[in-house]
Every structure is written in C-alpha cells, then in structure tokens.
Nanobody, 125 residues
Framework: QVQLVESGGGSVQAGGSLRLSCAAFGYAYNTYCMGWFRQSPGREREGVATIDSDGSTTYADSVKGRFTISKDNAKNTLYLQMNSLKPEGTCMYYC???????????????????WGKGTLVTISS
C-alpha cells in the first residue's frame, strides 16, 4: 500500500552533482527504514545508503564522503545528494522502504518491502 516515486535522475558529467528525490505515498506514518539502491546492466543490485527513523545512516564504501542521504518527514520524501559523480555510477537508482529496522550495514535490500520503479542516472566521462 506504500507507493514510492523517484525523481531527479538525468545526465551529468563526471565530477558533477545530482540530487534524487523519493516521494512516499499511502501511509500516515514514516517507515522505519528507507534507502537507495542502484543497478546497472549485468550487475546485481547494490545498496547505496539507508536512513532510519532516528536519522542514523549507513553508506556503501563506494559512496562514502560523496553521497548524503536525508529525509524530510513532513513531506514524506527521501533524498540522495550525489556529489563527485563517477561514470561507474551510471545506473538505475531505486528507493525502498520497510517498517523493519535498517540493517547495520548496507546490503542489496533484502529487508525492503516497498520499491519505487527507479530513476535513471547517466554519468558521462
């Protein structure tokens, strides 16, 4: 019953920045855990970052220091600020949510119950 809609994807040159948004609909209370995941052709989905109800965050090693996950509870919106983008970051980016606690480390989203359809991010060299 929870619907997630990503936006903000597009094309950007390597080294540039982009901010993704994920709007959540269909529930009155915030989910306990929300996260961003990405997948490119020929590769398995990988976790990017998560944020739980108290604001605690986790990040994949590959994006630490460059990406920042945040949320606006009043707007039921999740964000991913991506800086210093690299060509290998060209992927479909998905947001996801669950009422379960976030995992202690970023994973591929095994615990997530709700998924958006994704937004494409293309990073050129």
């Amino acid at each position: 019953q929870v619907q997630l809609v990503e936006s903000g994807g597009g094309s950007v040159q390597a080294g540039g920045s982009l901010r993704l948004s994920c709007a959540a609909f269909g529930y009155a209370y915030n989910t306990y855990c929300m996260g961003w995941f990405r997948q490119s052709p020929g590769r398995e989905r990988e976790g990017v970052a998560t944020i739980d109800s108290d604001g605690s965050t986790t990040y994949a090693d590959s994006v630490k220091g460059r990406f920042t996950i945040s949320k606006d509870n009043a707007k039921n919106t999740l964000y991913l600020q991506m800086n210093s983008l690299k060509p290998e970051g060209t992927c479909m980016y998905y947001c996801a949510a669950t009422w379960r606690p976030c995992p202690t480390m970023v994973d591929r989203g095994y615990s997530m119950d709700y998924w958006g359809k994704g937004t494409l991010v293309t990073i050129s060299s």
